[in-house]
């Protein structure tokens, strides 16, 4: 099962509704290329945060990094076990897989996310495919969709702009190297300045949390045969 965790961090807004799923993968791939002028805006307790902007939005995008002492199979399973999610990922309130593919590392997954008052709770569905390079990082690409399974409910607001990933990268045999960049419209209407806080504040928490997470027994003696560590004892 795989858990798209940075969503929930993904809160950027131009405080208006979003128009179209094309316009919001526009909008990241324009943010991809505004990363030379990304701003380090947190740098404490091993968590760096970085933010930037494109041109066609105020709000920010970020990117977020920090180092992690486990293996690769262990930073995996944190990350790939949806039931948890709830526990390290703030603002998150549910996490259901909707279908998978473990052949091709494809999966749906749906999520609300539960924010404060006096905001209005979000939602989203994202088609995610998790890959692994020749080095051994391991990418989680995700991208929001429509899908007709999870009909849009009363009072909450569908997120149909979202494009992002993770990346884990192996530095030896117990250390790991976790990123995580994105671009999202929440819709609906959200002061830029409070988005923009969150923008900060939520990936430099999440990453916070799972390194203190990834201790738990259960992930330190994971076992995932579709990942392959290259620091593995033999």
Same mark, same amino acid.
């Given at each position: 099962i795989a858990l798209v965790a940075g969503l929930a961090v993904m809160l950027t807004s131009n405080g208006h509704a979003a128009d179209s799923t094309s316009n919001g993968m526009a909008n990241n791939n324009a943010a991809s290329n505004n990363?030379?002028?990304?701003?380090l805006a947190i740098n404490k307790n091993?968590?760096?945060?970085?933010?930037?902007?494109?041109? =066609?939005?105020?709000?920010?995008?970020?990117?977020?990094?920090?180092?992690?002492?486990?293996?690769?199979?262990?930073?995996?399973?944190?990350?790939?076990?949806?039931?948890?999610?709830?526990?390290?990922?703030?603002?998150?309130?549910?996490?259901?897989?909707? =279908?998978?593919?473990?052949?091709n590392g494809t999966f749906v997954l749906h999520m609300e996310l539960d924010f404060p008052f006096p905001l209005q709770d979000r939602d989203l569905v994202v088609r995610g495919k998790i890959t692994q390079a020749a080095d051994g990082t391991v990418i989680i690409k995700n991208t929001a969709i429509s899908d007709k399974r999870v009909p849009v409910r009363p009072n909450v607001v569908r997120l149909t702009e979202y494009a992002g990933d993770w990346s884990l990268k192996p530095l030896a045999a117990n250390k790991v190297e976790v990123s995580t960049t994105g671009f999202g419209n929440p819709g609906g209407l959200i002061p830029v300045s409070v988005a923009n806080r969150f923008v900060q504040q939520q990936p430099y928490q999440m990453l916070g949390r799972m390194k203190n997470y990834v201790k738990n027994a259960r992930y330190q003696n994971a076992k995932l045969d579709f990942i392959r560590d290259p620091y593995a004892k033999k």
């Open positions: 990363m030379a002028n990304a701003k091993g968590v760096k945060v970085w933010t930037y902007q494109t041109p =066609d939005n105020p709000a920010f995008s970020y990117r977020a990094t920090t180092i992690l002492n486990t293996s690769l199979t262990s930073a995996a399973a944190v990350i790939l076990d949806t039931k948890s999610l709830t526990q390290w990922v703030p603002y998150v309130s549910s996490a259901e897989v909707l =279908d998978r593919d473990p052949d």
